[in-house]
C-alpha cells in the first residue's frame, strides 16, 4: 500500500495541520461525560485506556454549547465552532422556508470539513458514524470511491453502496450484522468497522463517531457503562497496535435531568410562553430534537424561542429557578459563538439537572424507561481529550473537543 508524502502541510478553515505520519484515529464518544472511561479503569475493566491515561495525554476541553450531537461533531470536524461552520442544533427553524426541520442537510454546513481537503493531500479518508442522520455532513465534499474514501454509518451499513458510500459488503468485512438502532451494538460495529478497514485500507485518517444510547441510561461506573467501555478499550487497542494516533473526544457530556420522584425535571417554555404572551404567540424550538429520541423524549437543557420583544421575558425567565442563562440571540450568539441568523429571538439554557420542554402535552415520555440523562447546556460542556502519545511540549489554552486533529496532528510526539 502507497504511503503519502511526509512533507506539507494542509489548511482548512484558518488552522493548519500537518499530514499524518502515522494513521490520525480521532473518536467522538457520544456523551462521554468525564468519569466514564476513568470508572472503567478503575474497575479493572479497561487497561488500554489506564495506559493511556497514565502515559498519553488526558485533558478536559469545552464542547460547543448547545452541547448537542450534530453542533460538535460538526466543531471537531471542520475545527472550529457553529459560527463558522452553521450547524446549530440537530433541528431548528429555517428562516429562508419557515419550518421546522433537521439540519442534517449538507446545504446547512458553511464551510469545508478536514476531510476533502486531506483527501486533495493525497490521504485516503474513512468516516464512520453510528447513525445514519450525520453522514451526509460528515461526508460532504469527499471524493467516495475505493481506495480514496468511504463514509458510512452502522445504521444503513446494510444497504451501502460504492457510489453513496465508496464502499459495499461492509457486514461481510465486519462480521457483524446490521445492529439495532437502538442499542450499544449500533456502537460498537463502528469500532469494529473502524479496525477491519485500518487493517485492510489503512485510511490515513479516520473518524469514527458513536451514539449516546448507553450515556442517556446508564451513569459513569455502573455496569452497563464499564461494559461499554471495556468493549471500546479492546478496540483502541488494536487500532493502537497497528501505529494509529489515537484522540478521543466527546461531543457533549451527560447529567442526571429528573427530580426526586424520578421524574424529568422540566421547564415547559411552550407553555410558559402561552400564559404570558397568549396561546401560540411565541414558538419554542428544542434543538435536540431528532428523529431517534426515545431515550431522551427531545427533553435537553437548550431551548431557543421566537418571539417579539424579548426583554421583558428575559429578565423573568432569569429570575426562576433551573434557568442557567437567558440570553438574547446576539448575546447567545456571541457567549457560545454561534450563527445569530440561526436563532431564536432567545436562548435559554437550563441547570444541571433541569430540562426544557415545549408543552407538557407535545412530549411522549412512555420511552423512557430510565430515569432521565440528557445534555444541552453549560453544565454537560466538560469532555475528555485523550491521546495515546504524549503532548510534545507544554500548551496553554483553554483546549476544546475541536481542538482534537489539532493535538492528533500537530500537538503530540
Ligand atoms: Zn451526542
Given at each position: 500500500?502507497d504511503?503519502?508524502s ?17 494513521p490520525a ?7 462521554s461525560?468525564?468519569g ?34 450534530n ?71 469527499l ?6 474514501a ?34 450499544a ?12 478497514l ?22 459513569p ?41 424520578g421524574?424529568p425535571?422540566?421547564i415547559?417554555?411552550q ?9 401560540d404567540k ?7 430534537t ?32 433551573g ?8 448575546e ?57 502519545r504524549?503532548?510534545?511540549?507544554p500548551?496553554?489554552r ?14 503530540v510526539?
Amino acid at each position: 500500500m502507497d504511503t503519502i508524502s511526509t512533507i506539507g502541510d494542509v489548511t482548512v478553515n484558518g488552522r493548519t495541520y500537518r499530514l499524518p505520519r502515522q494513521p490520525a484515529v480521532v473518536v467522538c464518544i457520544d456523551g462521554s461525560e468525564p468519569g466514564y472511561i476513568e470508572s472503567a479503569v478503575a474497575a479493572g475493566r479497561a487497561p488500554w485506556f489506564a495506559r493511556v491515561l497514565k502515559e498519553g495525554t488526558n485533558l478536559l476541553a469545552d464542547c460547543v454549547v448547545p452541547s448537542f450531537t450534530n453542533p460538535n461533531n460538526l466543531s471537531i470536524v471542520t475545527g472550529r465552532p457553529p459560527a463558522v461552520h452553521g450547524i446549530s442544533g440537530n433541528y431548528f427553524l429555517d428562516p429562508d422556508s419557515g419550518k421546522e426541520v433537521m439540519m442534517n442537510d449538507p446545504r446547512f454546513l458553511r464551510v469545508e470539513t478536514l476531510f476533502p481537503a486531506f483527501q486533495r493531500a493525497g490521504c485516503r479518508i474513512a468516516v464512520i458514524t453510528a447513525k445514519d442522520k450525520l453522514r451526509g455532513l460528515l461526508g460532504k465534499g469527499l471524493e467516495l470511491a475505493p481506495g480514496k474514501a468511504c463514509s458510512f454509518s452502522s445504521e444503513k451499513s446494510g444497504t451501502a453502496t460504492l457510489a453513496e458510500n465508496g464502499i459495499e459488503h461492509i457486514n461481510e468485512l465486519v462480521g457483524l450484522p446490521v445492529p439495532d438502532v437502538y442499542s450499544a451494538g449500533l456502537s460498537e460495529f463502528v469500532f469494529a468497522a473502524g479496525v477491519k478497514l485500518m487493517a485492510r485500507d489503512k485510511p490515513e485518517v479516520m473518524y469514527l463517531s458513536t451514539t449516546d444510547y448507553i450515556q442517556h441510561k446508564h451513569a459513569p461506573g455502573t455496569p452497563v457503562a464499564n461494559d461499554f467501555y471495556a468493549m471500546m478499550d479492546g478496540y483502541m487497542a488494536k487500532l493502537d497496535a497497528m501505529g494509529c494516533t489515537i484522540v478521543l473526544t466527546a461531543d457533549h457530556g451527560m447529567n442526571a435531568k429528573f427530580g426526586a420522584d424520578g421524574q424529568p425535571d422540566v421547564i415547559y417554555l411552550q407553555d410558559l410562553f402561552d400564559g404570558w404572551v397568549g396561546k401560540d404567540k411565541a414558538r419554542v424550538i428544542l434543538p435536540i430534537t431528532d428523529p431517534y429520541v426515545v431515550h431522551h423524549g427531545a427533553l435537553g437543557s437548550y431551548a431557543v424561542v421566537y418571539c417579539e420583544k424579548p426583554e421583558p421575558w428575559i429578565a423573568k425567565l432569569k429570575a426562576m429557578p433551573g434557568v442557567e442563562a437567558a440570553l438574547t440571540k446576539a448575546e447567545a450568539a456571541r457567549r457560545f459563538e454561534l450563527p445569530a441568523d440561526r436563532l431564536g429571538d432567545l436562548v435559554v439554557v437550563s441547570t444541571k439537572h433541569k430540562v426544557l420542554g415545549t408543552s407538557a402535552a407535545r412530549h411522549d415520555l412512555s420511552g423512557l424507561t430510565e430515569p432521565l440523562r440528557s445534555h444541552g447546556g453549560v453544565s454537560e460542556q466538560r469532555v475528555p481529550l485523550i491521546c495515546n502519545r504524549k503532548l510534545a511540549g507544554p500548551v496553554d489554552r483553554r483546549w476544546r473537543n475541536f481542538d482534537a486533529f489539532d493535538l492528533a496532528l500537530n500537538l503530540v510526539a
